[in-house]
């Protein structure tokens, strides 16, 4: 029996296709995103040919009100806020090596390299969404996190308000670096469809012969 010539074209059309869009572009995920705090946002962000700008940059002030809003974050870009430094909103927060940082807090007062628990802290409470986690979800005894968003066209509101401010101790350092445009998803089965489209052509093909 021959080959079917057109089930070996198909094959090669939809390997050429893959080809053509894997050799477009390099692309990164960057997971951890949103945590289904806001509604339709994605879970994850890809990005084509990721780069790395700085677009602000700002310290977090904790011994005061604060009130920061960020330069722009474009539509359909994808953004790091990177958060480092820690800071204690209350009496005894210092001891022990015990104040919190941006994503872990401690536990009755102890080193917080030796006993943390993952916290919502103010800091990562931005336009009022709290909840969010960094990415990678670990605990970094630099204390350093990176939270991936995606831009909406405004800025980011940092707020922070307490009562009493004059127990509080520390601060956190913020920066926000643009990463580069965010890859549209996919519709479902989208080259599953072309290639059950050519292989049904060809089946067609030859029944008629």
Do not use: E, K, Q
């Given at each position: 029996m021959k080959p079917n010539i057109f089930l070996k074209s198909a094959a090669l059309f939809l390997?050429?296709?893959g080809l053509v869009v894997k050799g477009q572009s390099q692309t990164f995920t960057y997971d951890n995103?949103?945590?289904?705090?806001?509604?339709?946002e994605p879970q994850s962000l890809t990005v084509n040919n990721p780069y790395?700008?700085?677009v602000d940059q700002f310290n977090y002030?904790?011994?005061?009100?604060?009130?920061?809003t960020t330069a722009t974050l474009k539509q359909g870009f994808a953004y790091d806020i990177r958060i480092s430094g820690r800071a204690g909103y209350g009496p005894?927060?210092?001891?022990?090596n015990s104040t919190p940082d941006a994503a872990y807090c401690f536990v009755n007062w102890q080193d917080l390299d030796l006993v943390h628990i993952p916290a919502p802290v103010t800091v990562t409470a931005w336009d009022g969404i709290d909840g969010r986690r960094p990415s990678p979800d670990v605990y970094s005894t630099a204390h350093v996190?990176?939270?991936y968003v995606e831009g909406h066209d405004a800025g980011l509101a940092f707020s922070f308000r307490d009562n009493p401010y004059y127990d509080n101790i520390g601060g956190f350092q913020v920066s926000v670096t643009e990463l580069g445009a965010v890859v549209p998803v996919p519709e479902p089965g989208f080259f599953a469809i072309i290639g059950?489209?050519?292989?049904?052509?060809a089946f067609l093909r030859r029944r008629q012969r």
């Open positions: 390997i050429s296709i995103c949103n945590y289904g705090l806001i509604a339709n790395s700008t700085l002030i904790v011994t005061g009100p604060f009130d920061y005894l927060d210092g001891m022990n996190y990176d939270y059950l489209g050519l292989v049904n052509a």
